[in-house]
Structure formats: structure tokens, C-alpha cells
């Protein structure tokens, strides 16, 4: 049985911060830190060793994991504790507050995406997908995590051109590639 649900932000959402470019990361750093950045991006799309994209990607995630406050990377790193514990409840604790006193931290957000995902609650997962995005389009950890909601809900095609957006941003990242090509089977099989 397949479970569908509206995410009424979603189509609108597509239509247009799914248009990844090049644009600089909305988070608190330095001012060096986001041409580094755009490196670190400009590297892992043309990289083909999928060992050594995955340390471009590592390095990428290490950036984001810096928000710049000594008080926030310690609640994260709170959070992540009690996420590894399955303690998702302390988790959003501490990540609704990395949340209030940093609302343009994209990792926060994202942090929380992944706890309301793991708790199946898909709505607030977007939700909190969407602000991500807004705030680090590139950010290929929350567009797969959108395209495998989307794939969840039934919303096949959908999943597939966000499963693609992840791809333009890291190219040999191959859950997304498993992904998209299971996804377009099973959508070119539809049409038969």
C-alpha cells in the first residue's frame, strides 16, 4: 500500500530552488570561507574517483558542520549523540535550539530534517528540506533525503528530477545513482 501525502510546498519548491547553481552558502563564516566552498563544489562535480569524491564530499560536510558558535557545534554534536542513541526526542531538543539561535545555519536545519525523517514524519521533514535548501541549494545530503521522501509517498517522477538535482551537485554519488536508475525503470515501465 502506497501512503501519499500533500507536501503543497513542494511543486513551488521545485519549480524553483531546485534550479541548482552556483550560489554561495548562506551560512555564518569567514569571508574566504565561501569561495573555498565554491571550490570544494567546483571539485566534486568534476571529480570521477568515487574514493576521492568522497573525501571532497567529507570535506564539504565538515564546512557545514561549522556553524561558527562554539555553543552550537556543542549542541550538534548533543544532538548527534542522541540521534545515535535513538533518542530523537533530546535531539530535536537541542536541534530546535540550534535552530533559534541560528536560523541561517543550513545544517541545523538539516539535522532536524533527518531526525523528522527517521521518526517517519515526513511532513516536518520537508519542511525543515525546504529551509535547507533555501539556505545551501547544493546541499546534496537534503536533496537525496527530499527525492527518498518523494519516492516514499509515491511521487515517482518527482523523486527522480530531485534525485538528478543531487547528481548535478555530486556526480558519483551512488545511492542517488541507484536511485535514479531504479527510478527511471520502474517509471519507464509504467508507460509500457
Excluded: C
Excluded at 23 to 32: F, S
Excluded at 76 to 82: F, G, L
Amino acid at each position: 500500500m502506497r501512503i501519499f501525502v500533500v507536501f503543497p510546498l513542494i511543486p513551488l519548491y521545485l519549480a524553483g530552488a531546485l534550479a541548482v547553481h552556483a550560489a554561495p552558502a548562506a551560512q555564518i563564516g569567514a569571508e574566504e570561507e565561501p569561495s573555498r566552498l565554491d571550490t570544494l563544489f567546483s571539485e566534486l562535480k568534476r571529480e570521477r574517483n568515487e574514493k576521492a569524491a568522497e573525501r571532497i564530499a567529507r570535506q564539504i560536510g565538515a564546512h557545514w558542520m561549522d556553524s561558527g558558535s562554539a555553543s552550537v557545534d556543542l549542541m550538534m554534536q548533543w544532538a548527534n549523540k542522541a540521534i545515535s542513541d535513538k533518542k530523537f526526542d533530546v535531539a530535536l531538543d537541542f536541534l530546535d535550539q540550534v535552530i533559534v539561535l541560528q536560523p541561517g545555519y543550513a545544517e541545523g536545519w538539516n539535522r532536524r530534517a533527518t531526525v523528522h525523517f527517521m521518526m517517519e514524519n515526513y511532513a516536518k521533514s520537508m519542511t525543515d528540506i525546504a529551509q535547507t535548501l533555501a539556505l545551501e541549494p547544493r546541499h546534496f545530503g537534503a536533496l537525496a533525503g527530499m527525492a527518498g521522501i518523494l519516492k516514499a509517498t509515491g511521487r515517482e517522477q518527482e523523486a527522480l528530477d530531485v534525485y538528478q538535482s543531487a547528481l548535478d551537485v555530486y556526480p558519483m554519488l551512488r545511492d542517488a545513482q541507484s536511485e535514479l536508475v531504479e527510478l527511471a525503470d520502474e517509471l519507464a515501465g509504467e508507460g509500457i
